[in-house]
Every structure is written in structure tokens, then in C-alpha cells.
């Protein structure tokens, strides 16, 4: 069962008891991205997360580093288009120790010059490592072509400019403005009992303030565009999209069971097509990228120059036969079994347990229960799947960015489209 309370600074806690496992996991989720930075401060987020650890009043960088390996434990943080987040994982024992390093981090964090500056230089090499990687990158400029001139466009990095002219004094207004009780969730799962937490969460974070900024967010609109990137590479690498649905749109389980049949695995049609059949990828699948307000179902593969034009004509065969065709039951059936597969197993884990539970405090403000969703997964009808697919297989949203040895003409601008 998970419990939820709510500090007096805002501060909502949300934790699941699992007493037959031994570990502790602990998430610090923070309400904001990329999707909340001006241009000229894009990557600050980013940015931000990696200064966390690089020093407190109390503990040195290394001293971070030793400490969480002295008991076996994990310690990291992610930036994502529409939040950040801290979390550690230790076994039971060590969880006093873990949340009052956690807190150090969030609440009493440096940012001391010469760290800040090194931190800058290796978030610049990551950058270029990126652009490095074309299979990588490729995402990037689909997500800046697909949302435009929306901040959800922008690379959760930033960008070589931005990074280099963030000073101190903007990082710690950024944080100061971003990092407040109201736009916070912390949560746990494993052997942890919920009094517990919220005394210690409350004793850990309670310098934080209740409120800060928060800017009102426009929900961005999309146009249909292609782009051709020429670069002297052995592959070809392809990203086509159209807009998909929100984290909490009624769809957003015939979304993942369209998503499943299209690309999710090695038995959904793009691979059986594209690679199996055809032999023209190694990599090729389907995801559906969500945010709070909007969405984005993307295809992507990789593969030789003379052959991209037949993939991307492939990619746009089977969208329209999804629109125009419905799933079979059994076909139907193996992807609801594998949906609700994956999620069975992925909760066997502490971590998995506390995203999930995090993820739903963000975007729907409430526990879902696994039976729940397991009966949504299940209501799903092959007649919902198709009016979904005819409804965001589109041409009005369809966007296809390419990087590799091609020219704009190797893709005429007729046969880009869905019928």
C-alpha cells in the first residue's frame, strides 16, 4: 500500500512498504527541465544536478563518492525535459545515512568555483560526445525540429553557448527560484516504515522554502516538417514522428499497446519488417515520448543510404496500416501480455517501485494500483487502437529528420505522406 503526506513546506511524501526485500530506495523528484529554461539558459537544470555533487558545507566531492560506495550503496541523478531527480538505494540499515546525504546535497551544495568550472568542461565533452554519436544525436534534432520553437525542443544539456556562459550567481538563482517545497515529491520503497520517513524527510529538508517561481507553460504546437542533415557517415540515421498523447490523456494505454505492436520489441512489425524481412537495419523500434500536456510517437532505424528511402516508405506503410486495418486479437493479445509482462517484472526492484509511485504523484496527483492498471491495459479493443492511430498518424504532425550521406532529393516531398 503507499502512503502519502505532505510536509508543512510543501514538500509531498509518498512511500510503499515492502517488507520482504532488504534495500531502500529513495527518490528526490524535483518538477522541473529543460522545458522550463529560457534559450540563454538552456542546460542550466542539467547543470544544476551535476553541481549537487560536487560538494557541501559538510562533504567534499570525494567524500560524497566514498561514503555511498563505503556501504554498497548507489547514488546518481538524471535530468529530463520535465523534471529532475536525486536518488539513492541502500540496503535498510544505511537509509538514515542515505537520506541525510541526500539532503546535504539538495540543501546545503557549494557550487564552488574552481568544482564549477571543471563540471562545465565535462559537460561540454558530453555534449560533444553526443554530437558524436549520430544514433544519439538524431533524437535531439528530431525533438528540436517536432516541438520547435517550444522549449520542449531544447536539448536537456543545452547547448555549447548556454553552457559556457551560465555563471554561478544564475545557477544558484535558478535553484533558488526552482528547488521549493511545492515542487517537490520524495519518495521511497523497500523495508522503510512511512512515519519514519516523514520524520527524518522532515528534519533533512526542512530548510527548503514553500514556494518559488513557477511559469505558466504553453503547450507547444506542431507542424509538419522534414529535414535532411547531410554528414559524411556509414549510416543513415532516420527519425520519423507524429504528435502522440499525454502522460495523463485517456489513451495513454492504447497508446502503449499501439506503440508495442508497432515497435516496442523484436516481434512488433517495424522490426519483423524493417530488419527480419527486409534486412535493412540492425536497429529499428518505435517509442512514445510523453509529457504532461503533449506527446510525440516516434520511429527510428538505422541503415545504409541506398536503403533509406525504402525504409522510410516502409515506416510510413505500416503507420497507414495501423490506421486504415485493426490489430488482430492475438496480435492484440501478445501485447497486452507483454505490457503487463514488463511491468510485473520491472517491479521487483525497490528502484522501479519508487519511480512508478513518483511518476504517479507528478502527473495524476495519486497512487494507481497494479490491479488498476492491469484492467486498463485490458479494456484496451482493437477498434480503440485504430481511431488512435487514425487520430495522430497524421500528415498535419508528421516530422522525419534524417543525418547521414543523403541529399533532400533522395526523399521527394510526394512520398512523404500518409494516405
Known amino acids: 500500500m503507499v502512503e502519502r503526506s505532505i510536509l508543512d513546506n510543501g514538500i509531498r511524501i509518498v512511500s510503499e512498504h515492502l517488507q520482504e526485500i532488504h534495500s531502500v530506495s529513495l527518490g528526490v523528484w524535483v518538477r522541473n527541465g529543460s522545458r522550463h529554461e529560457v534559450a540563454s539558459l538552456n ?12 560538494g557541501t558545507q559538510r562533504r567534499s566531492p570525494h567524500c560524497i563518492a566514498r561514503e555511498i560506495d563505503s556501504v554498497g550503496g548507489v547514488l546518481n541523478g538524471f535530468t529530463s525535459r520535465e523534471m529532475s531527480c536525486f536518488y539513492v538505494k541502500v540496503l535498510s540499515e544505511k537509509f538514515p545515512q542515505a537520506i541525510d546525504l541526500l539532503g546535504d546535497l539538495l540543501c546545503h551544495s557549494r557550487f564552488d568555483l574552481d568544482e564549477l568550472e571543471k563540471e562545465r568542461r565535462v559537460i561540454l565533452q558530453e555534449i560533444a560526445m553526443i554530437e558524436d554519436n549520430p544514433e544519439e544525436h538524431i533524437h535531439d534534432i528530431f525533438a528540436h525540429a517536432f516541438w520547435d520553437q517550444h522549449p520542449l525542443g531544447q536539448p536537456v544539456i543545452g547547448t555549447r553557448e548556454s553552457i559556457s556562459e551560465i555563471s554561478r550567481d544564475r545557477l544558484l538563482k535558478f535553484l533558488h527560484e526552482r528547488y521549493f517545497g511545492n515542487n517537490i515529491i520524495i519518495a521511497a520503497a523497500g523495508d522503510i516504515k512511512h512515519e519514519e520517513l516523514v520524520r527524518q524527510v522532515d528534519q533533512t529538508f526542512c530548510d527548503l522554502p514553500k514556494d518559488g517561481q513557477i511559469d505558466e507553460q504553453q503547450q507547444p504546437l506542431i507542424h509538419r516538417k522534414v529535414g535532411i542533415v547531410s554528414r559524411p557517415l556509414e549510416q543513415t540515421h532516420i527519425c520519423l514522428g507524429v504528435e502522440g498523447v499525454s502522460q495523463t490523456a485517456p489513451e495513454r494505454f492504447a497508446s502503449s499497446l499501439l506503440n508495442t505492436i508497432l515497435g516496442g520489441n523484436m516481434s512488433s512489425r517495424l522490426f519483423q519488417r524493417v530488419r527480419e524481412e527486409l534486412g535493412l537495419a540492425y536497429s529499428v523500434y518505435s517509442y512514445h515520448n510523453t509529457h504532461s500536456d503533449t506527446g510525440a510517437m516516434v520511429l527510428y532505424a538505422g541503415t545504409s543510404a541506398e536503403n533509406a528511402p525504402l525504409a522510410v516508405r516502409t515506416m510510413l506503410h505500416e503507420l497507414n496500416v495501423l490506421r486504415q486495418e485493426r490489430v488482430s486479437e492475438d496480435e492484440l493479445r501478445a501485447a497486452k501480455d507483454c505490457l ?62 534524417i543525418v547521414g550521406p543523403v541529399k533532400p532529393d533522395d526523399f521527394p516531398e510526394v512520398e512523404l505522406s500518409l494516405d
Not at 344 to 362: F, G, P, Q, Y
Open 340 to 401: 503487463k509482462g514488463s511491468l510485473l517484472l520491472s517491479l521487483e526492484s525497490s528502484d522501479n517501485r519508487m519511480t512508478r509511485i513518483a511518476k504517479n504523484e507528478l502527473y495524476l496527483g495519486k497512487d494507481v494500483l497494479l490491479s488498476e492498471t492491469q484492467a486498463m491495459i485490458e479494456a484496451v479493443s482493437s477498434e480503440q487502437i485504430q481511431s488512435l492511430a487514425e487520430k495522430i498518424f497524421t500528415n498535419e504532425t508528421l516530422n522525419l529528420q
Open 43 to 54: 542546460g542550466i537544470s542539467h547543470f544544476i544536478e551535476h553541481m549537487l555533487f560536487k
